[in-house]
């Protein structure tokens, strides 16, 4: 596996969590093995690979979630099984792929939930000026007094979103370091609420959060990502910068398809829409709306 | 939701959240003001009302003058605090514990259908009830001495707890997205005690008959003061469990998994839930029998009040439980006075309606 080394930028800064040759079998399958992956605080990590490559199974034993059978996850080179739900809860927060709520809450209750995990000592104006914040960051906040199960799905998952930043935000405050983990996030999306809750998960990550998210768009992904780890049947078959992961053979080999001839779909005149909203890196650190960002 | 330019100034939404927040937490006040009166007015009431009627005034007289340890033996004070006042505190009692139980259920299984009377749990405690009547009475004969402790509130605690394990077990099998699944479970497990029920009232001598009858529809015709220094310190001990569980209902209203990345010890949350739970129940049971329909009936209501948030919905439903199965009881035992009318004949039908309207209104058939 040629793709799989260390990055140079990744060397220096030393990782938050550290996940070495997990492996973990569900019904008698191997769904994960031998896979080692660093978090490094300020990385944007992104996880692809096709449906069933274990995917989902990485993120949860990396947040704490599930236990490897194999192999360690440390934080801070602490394993991350001895720490309590409610230690990992304030220095990392999770957005997962289908949370059905079961009462009928409001947006605002429901993000304020994820305030109030870990948020208990902080005042009342610093919980709603949190809970405004990540209303704003998933554009959400016009929706902040409906019922959360009446939103169409994309909606309710920037409601997980925002519960999500919600929580991170009102975590340990003690200098250490935080990560944010997100399963398919931009999965009910349309365009540019994918563009814009990338654009927010980058702007978590540079302000010195680890963030790992799992994504299916590779453009998505590569625009986005500081490293990319690509899964196949439960093993990593690559990781690295983007231009060193997403290639045509790595395609080929891991999705079973031809990138080539990617400028047109397969319906005659109509072409692949590859938006250019890509701004400069700095750019993105800009506080903005999602919106009009399209071209 | 309209396109936000960049540029544009921020948006009344920051006063707005700030306003919603805080009217909510004015309604919550203005809520649990109202009801702590209601529940006291109630009780005052429910106190004078009967056969011998007393005034309010003459109520609260006789209650001050009991309090401060006044020698007064008037048949006022005899009706008030004989009879009238371990009744009423047993209704507000078991009304509050019923009322949390069914909310706390609700939260832990995620669906607002889950009743300790509907999915079994009322139905397990009285099973074990009525068999500790008729084994028990067997058992003492056989041991030539009577047990060291009472057997019926343990028997109806381990009948509670054995429903509630069971609807738990099937809800880790089914998973998250299949809450109906323990539902129907526990309509079966209720449908399997009620027979068990059955079987036992059949091989009762008739003594043991008049004893069990009560179980079927409950009653508070039996409230004394020693029934009720029995149950209370049970009941106290269901609804202090259940209390700090709020904040980790809401989680849980959001998943199991969620409510682990919340910082939730899901398993510990589960394991009070569940003691606190059949504690509450079997306790109620032991007491006055099964009471259906409460725990169903006042969250709902709560919950259409004031939003489904676990904190305000515990203690706000502890009221409510309080007041309607105190009133329920006052009704019970004046319509048809001199005789008494089975409570649960009267939450049913109030309650039934609800779990009606409740299925109605499911969407998608995920409950």
């Not at chain 2, 998994?257 to 504690?279: D, N, Q």
Request: one cysteine or more.
């Amino acid at each position: 596996m040629a793709s799989v080394r260390p990055l140079p930028s990744v060397a220096a800064a030393s990782p938050l969590l550290r996940l070495d040759r997990v492996g973990r079998r569900i019904g008698g399958r191997d769904v994960l093995a031998e896979v080692s992956l660093d978090l490094a605080p300020g990385r944007l990590t992104v996880v692809i690979g096709p449906n069933g490559a274990g995917k989902t199974t990485l993120l949860r034993l990396a947040c704490g979630e599930i236990a490897p059978d194999s192999g360690s996850v440390d934080w801070e080179g602490v394993a991350i099984s001895t720490r309590s739900a409610w230690w990992l809860a304030t220095r990392r927060a999770v957005m997962s792929q289908s949370a059905e709520v079961g009462f009928s809450f409001a947006v605002a209750d429901l993000v304020g939930l994820g305030f109030d995990a870990v948020g208990r000592r902080r005042s009342r104006t610093e919980r709603s000026t949190a809970i405004e914040a990540a209303l704003r960051a998933a554009d959400v906040a016009a929706l902040a007094a409906r019922d959360v199960r009446t939103l169409s799905g994309g909606e309710r998952q920037r409601v997980h979103f925002a519960r999500a930043l919600a929580q991170l935000d009102a975590g340990s405050r003690d200098g250490g370091g935080r990560a944010l983990f997100l399963d398919e996030p931009v999965a009910s999306l349309d365009l540019a609420h994918q563009i814009g809750l990338m654009e927010a998960a980058r702007r978590i990550a540079d302000r010195g959060v680890a963030v790992l998210a799992i994504l299916h768009d590779l453009n998505l992904a590569a625009s986005f990502a500081d490293e990319i780890v690509a899964l196949h049947d439960g093993r990593l078959a690559a990781r690295g910068r983007p231009s060193e992961v997403i290639t045509e053979a790595l395609v080929e080999r891991v999705f079973a398809v031809s990138p080539r001839g990617a400028g047109e779909t397969r319906a005659p005149g109509v072409p692949v829409i590859a938006p250019q909203f890509f701004s400069p890196r700095g750019d993105l650190t800009r506080s903005r709306a999602p919106h009009g960002t399209t071209s | 939701m309209t396109t936000v330019a960049p540029t544009a100034p921020i948006p009344a939404e920051a006063s707005d959240l700030g306003l919603y927040l805080t009217s909510r937490r004015l309604r919550l006040r203005l809520v649990m003001f109202g009801l702590t009166v209601f529940v006291a007015a109630v009780a005052v009431a429910a106190i004078g009302v009967g056969a011998h009627a007393v005034a309010p005034a003459r109520v609260i007289g006789v209650l001050e003058a009991w309090a401060r340890g006044a020698a007064v033996f008037d048949r006022d004070h005899l009706v008030v605090i004989g009879v009238r006042l371990p009744r009423v505190l047993l209704t507000l009692l078991v009304g509050a514990t019923l009322a949390v139980c069914g909310a706390v259920m609700q939260g832990l299984f995620r669906n607002p259908l889950a009743d300790p009377g509907i999915v079994g749990v009322s139905s397990g405690a009285a099973l074990a009830a009525a068999a500790a009547i008729v084994v028990g009475d067997r058992l003492i004969a056989a041991l030539g001495r009577p047990l060291p402790f009472d057997l019926l509130p343990v028997a109806a605690f381990g009948g509670a707890l054995l429903g509630m394990m069971l609807l738990g077990w099937v809800g880790r099998r089914a998973g998250q997205t299949r809450m109906a699944t323990v539902l129907l479970a526990g309509l079966a497990f209720a449908a399997l005690a009620n027979a068990g029920i059955g079987l036992l009232v059949a091989i009762a001598d008739d003594r043991q008959l008049r004893d069990l009858s009560f179980w079927s529809l409950g009653s508070f015709g039996g409230s004394t003061w020693s029934r009720l220094a029995q149950a209370a310190p049970l009941i106290a001990v269901s609804l202090a469990l259940a209390a700090p569980l709020g904040r980790a209902l809401d989680a849980l209203a959001i998943g199991e998994a969620e409510a682990f990345h919340m910082g939730i010890p899901v398993e510990m949350v589960k394991r009070v839930a569940f003691v606190s739970v059949a504690l509450g129940v079997g306790t109620s049971v032991a007491a006055v029998g099964a009471v259906g329909f409460v725990g169903m009936v006042v969250p709902h209501v709560v919950r259409l009040a004031l939003g489904p948030a676990h904190r305000p919905l515990l203690l706000a439903s502890a009221f409510g439980g309080a007041v309607l199965v105190t009133l329920a009881d006052l009704v019970a035992r004046t319509v048809t006075a001199p005789a008494e009318l089975p409570i649960g004949i009267l939450t049913a039908l109030l309650g039934a309606p609800v779990f009606l309207h409740l299925v109605a209104r499911t969407r998608g058939g995920a409950i």
